[in-house]
């Protein structure tokens, strides 16, 4: 199988005072097309980090991630901020823990975000069509403030998906939802990214969603 990101060496470190607090101490692993990779390990261990550095929105202190796309191989640690900023609107979708949702935009309109950003709005019909195998079919109008905990966590993953990308990241994606619901939306995240030949990455602590994926490895500090 094709290697879809690669990360070797990660190293990444915080000033807390005048303390040095080692968060990334040399992790490496590969994820391939098609594959779900589940990034496990206690509250605080340094899974967020890692997907941030993935997802290009934190440098790391050494060591590389090599994303590949269409357009060939490259480097997030090596890039600059507005580089990192294009490669992550147009080939990474990104799960956050505490949604991130625009509250002046409709489910509609947060979820259709992503494609007004990379000019794809000939995805738009698929999208909506994921918000409906999410359960929100009526909530297309609703603003995230008019939506419980748990509908946000869904909307917040159809905005991921929207644009298709290559490498989907989730922090915690079931960690607002009750258990039918995270099967759900768990078994969407695995469909879609296999159908697509995309690789997902999930940071969990949560044995079912862990239990789903490919390959578990945990956190090294």
């Given at each position: 199988?094709?290697v879809?990101?690669?990360?070797?060496?990660?190293?990444?470190?915080?000033?807390?005072?005048?303390?040095?607090?080692?968060?990334?101490?040399?992790?490496?692993?590969?994820?391939?097309?098609?594959?779900?990779?589940?990034?496990?390990?206690?509250?605080?261990?340094?899974?967020?980090?890692?997907?941030?550095?993935?997802?290009?929105?934190?440098?790391?202190?050494?060591?590389?991630?090599?994303?590949?796309?269409?357009?060939?191989?490259?480097?997030?640690?090596?890039?600059?901020?507005?580089?990192?900023?294009?490669?992550?609107?147009?080939?990474?979708g990104?799960?956050?823990?505490?949604?991130?949702l625009?509250?002046?935009?409709?489910?509609?309109?947060?979820?259709?975000?992503?494609?007004a950003l990379?000019?794809?709005?000939?995805?738009?019909?698929?999208?909506l069509?994921?918000?409906?195998?999410?359960?929100?079919?009526?909530?297309?109008?609703?603003?995230?403030?008019?939506?419980?905990?748990?509908?946000?966590?869904?909307?917040?993953?159809?905005?991921?998906?929207?644009?298709e990308?290559?490498?989907?990241?989730?922090d915690?994606?079931?960690?607002?939802?009750?258990?039918?619901?995270?099967?759900?939306v768990?078994?969407?995240?695995?469909?879609?990214v296999?159908?697509?030949?995309?690789?997902?990455?999930?940071?969990?602590?949560?044995?079912?969603?862990?239990?789903?994926a490919?390959?578990?490895?945990?956190?090294v500090?």
């Amino acid at each position: 199988m094709t290697v879809l990101l690669d990360v070797g060496g990660l190293v990444k470190h915080y000033a807390d005072g005048t303390r040095r607090r080692e968060v990334l101490h040399g992790m490496s692993f590969a994820l391939a097309e098609g594959e779900v990779l589940a990034i496990t390990g206690p509250s605080g261990s340094g899974k967020t980090t890692l997907l941030n550095a993935c997802a290009g929105l934190l440098v790391p202190d050494a060591g590389s991630i090599r994303l590949t796309t269409q357009s060939g191989t490259v480097d997030l640690a090596r890039l600059g901020e507005g580089a990192r900023t294009r490669l992550r609107r147009h080939h990474i979708g990104y799960v956050f823990q505490f949604f991130n949702l625009v509250p002046t935009l409709s489910v509609r309109e947060n979820v259709l975000l992503p494609l007004a950003l990379t000019g794809r709005q000939s995805l738009a019909a698929r999208a909506l069509e994921r918000v409906a195998e999410l359960g929100l079919a009526e909530s297309l109008d609703a603003f995230p403030d008019q939506l419980s905990g748990g509908e946000r966590q869904r909307v917040a993953i159809a905005r991921a998906l929207a644009h298709e990308p290559r490498l989907v990241l989730a922090d915690e994606p079931t960690g607002n939802l009750d258990a039918a619901s995270a099967s759900t939306v768990i078994e969407l995240l695995c469909r879609h990214v296999r159908d697509l030949g995309a690789g997902l990455l999930v940071a969990t602590h949560d044995s079912a969603v862990a239990a789903r994926a490919d390959r578990n490895v945990g956190v090294v500090r």
